[in-house]
């Protein structure tokens, strides 16, 4: 079955720091692959999505995330955190055979000032 | 362009009333998804629909939940009777095409519904 893994629930950084949230994917040929935020009492937001053009992908707000097939994994990073940015982060997976999305069980960031 | 929109965005109602969210997707979607997110479940996909036809129900808990989809540009997902623990926010969602082509889905900003 596919799947999609976030190796941390919980992440805590300083404001000016480094963010990095890990995910893990179960692997596809061409995978569709995002990264949604949900800021509270809002919607899923896009962050950005792999579109096989290139490994490095950029998305709004300043987040990127690389692309690696042999590790398949699709970690997303941010050189500076903003207070902004806390919020949940979901690493998805596009089901290659059905209409549907397949979450990861989110990633709570946390901005310390 | 205006997004997904939802209504209403809060729901208050006592249990065995019925209720009826109501999504709107972005023009020119042919994919419309109902989701249910709680804390003990995380988001639970529902329902899709592609084309306004119903693809995918295996995700509705039971007979009391029934989505509907009459136009390409209005859904209904109704709950009769509502209990408790049907409490949850719930989102409706519009994609282009479908996820593994590359295509995201585009999230309303839920109803968040209670049932006392």
């Known amino acids: 079955a596919q799947s999609v893994t976030q190796l941390d629930s919980h992440v805590s950084v300083s404001e000016g720091t480094p963010v990095l949230l890990r995910c893990n994917y179960s692997?596809?040929?061409?995978?569709?692959l995002f990264w949604y935020v949900q800021h509270p009492n809002k919607g899923l937001q896009l962050l950005l999505k792999?579109?096989?053009?290139?490994?490095l992908v950029k998305g709004i707000n300043g987040f990127e995330a690389e692309f690696k097939k042999s590790e398949t994994s699709f970690h997303l990073t941010k050189p500076s955190a903003h207070m902004s940015d806390a919020a949940e982060y979901f690493c998805v997976k596009g089901s290659s055979n059905t209409g549907k999305l397949i979450f990861g069980q989110g990633t709570t960031l946390q901005v310390k000032p | 362009d205006a997004g997904v929109i939802q209504s209403p965005r809060h729901e208050v109602t006592e249990m065995g009333q019925e209720v009826t969210l109501r999504c709107k997707p972005i023009s020119g979607h042919d994919y419309l998804f109902w989701y249910r997110q709680t804390m003990m479940r995380g988001l639970e996909l529902l329902i899709y629909?592609?084309?306004?036809?119903?693809?995918?129900d295996s995700g509705m808990p039971e007979d009391r939940f029934s989505a509907k989809m009459p136009n390409a540009s209005f859904s209904t997902l109704k709950i009769q009777p509502s209990e408790p623990r049907d409490s949850a926010v719930y989102f409706c969602?519009?994609?282009?095409?479908?996820?593994?082509?590359?295509?995201?889905?585009?999230f309303g900003d839920g109803t968040r519904l209670s049932i006392l």
């Open positions: 692997s596809s040929y061409s995978p569709s």
């Open positions: 792999y579109t096989s053009a290139a490994t």
């Open positions: 969602a519009s994609s282009l095409t479908w996820a593994g082509r590359n295509q995201p889905q585009h």
């Open positions: 629909f592609n084309n306004n036809v119903p693809i995918d």
